[in-house]
């Protein structure tokens, strides 16, 4: 059996792109599905993340938020069951940084590249130069400058078990207006991503707060504690909560452990998921 869960972000989902935003979840999904049925697991979670980085529509890959100067730095991350992790931080100028990721992770000596460097092992992997601005992203920058508002956050992420395979994975424009070279928990062990032989998690939301509460390790320390899954994830959004008491301090989290057991937590407004167990007929 295998299972694959994806997210599209915590926040505030609006209202006209509700229906837009549930299909390319599902899409997502349905892609990472058939790599599974294939005994793929690396593959599924890729390719279930790059399709949602080249949606146009979350914050991750092409169509990521702006920084206060008006670029793109992306941040990405996977971690596997063994800790074997790869991750960019302050990526620019490049398609799909879950990709260059998990290069970092395959094809480099290295955990984590950063700014000038991720993107030089990225071209020198073949990942030619590349835009990921929109003009809907660019128009919203605009708006911002003017109201001074920046604090917007999203992210994509998933995590597949498959047999003894455990892997999570997650990419981020960051936040809207960020300074440069601000990096969040999104490529960070124990913060965005977080794997071992028990279970996968991923998180999203502010990414300062799920730093500070290393938000994705306590998802699997409340589970060993009784090996309950959706109580783990419960304890863990409390635990920020009270931990943290700014209003932006929000965050979901989604998981799967060696049981296959599925669970999806959060404390935004909106989070939308989609999962799916090859037991199961259908993507939910």
Same mark, same amino acid.
């Given at each position: 059996?295998?299972?694959i869960i ?90 799909? *940084? /879950? #990709? ?10 290295? $955990?984590?590249?950063? =700014?000038? &460097?991720?993107? %030089?092992?990225?071209?020198n992997r ?47 424009g960051g ?11 999104? *490529? /960070? #062990? ?10 996968? $998690?991923?998180?999203? =939301?502010? &990414?300062?707060? %799920? ?74």
């Amino acid at each position: 059996m295998a299972s694959i869960i994806v997210h599209g972000g915590a926040g505030k989902i609006q209202e006209e792109k509700r229906d837009l935003v549930r299909e390319k979840i599902r899409n997502s999904v349905e892609l990472g599905k058939e790599k599974l049925k294939r005994g793929k697991p690396y593959k599924s979670i890729l390719s279930s993340i790059k399709y949602l980085e080249d949606s146009k529509i979350f914050n991750a890959g092409t169509g990521s938020v702006l920084t206060s100067d008006k670029k793109i730095q992306m941040d990405a991350g996977i971690v596997d069951q063994d800790r074997e992790l790869g991750a960019v931080t302050c990526l620019e100028k490049t398609k799909n *940084p /879950i #990709l260059v990721a998990d290069e970092v992770k395959n094809r480099s000596n290295h $955990v984590i590249l950063s =700014g000038k &460097g991720a993107k %030089i092992f990225a071209r020198n992997r073949g990942y030619q130069k590349y835009d990921p601005k929109t003009k809907e992203k660019v128009k919203q920058w605009e708006n911002k400058k003017k109201s001074n508002s920046s604090n917007k956050y999203g992210t994509v992420g998933a995590v597949v078990v498959q047999s003894d395979k455990i892997v999570s994975a997650s990419s981020t424009g960051g936040v809207w207006m960020k300074k440069q070279g601000r990096i969040g928990d999104t *490529p /960070i #062990l124990g913060c965005g991503i977080y794997a071992d032989s028990n279970l996968g $998690v991923a998180a999203t =939301g502010h &990414g300062e707060g %799920i730093i500070k509460t290393m938000l994705s390790r306590k998802v699997r320390d409340f589970y060993v504690e009784n090996r309950n899954l959706d109580q783990a994830l419960d304890k863990d959004i409390n635990f920020l909560e009270k931990k943290l008491e700014k209003p932006e301090d929000k965050a979901g989290l989604i998981a799967i452990n060696k049981e296959q057991e599925i669970s999806f937590k959060k404390n935004t407004e909106d989070m939308p998921v989609g999962y799916f167990r090859t037991d199961e007929k259908d993507v939910k």
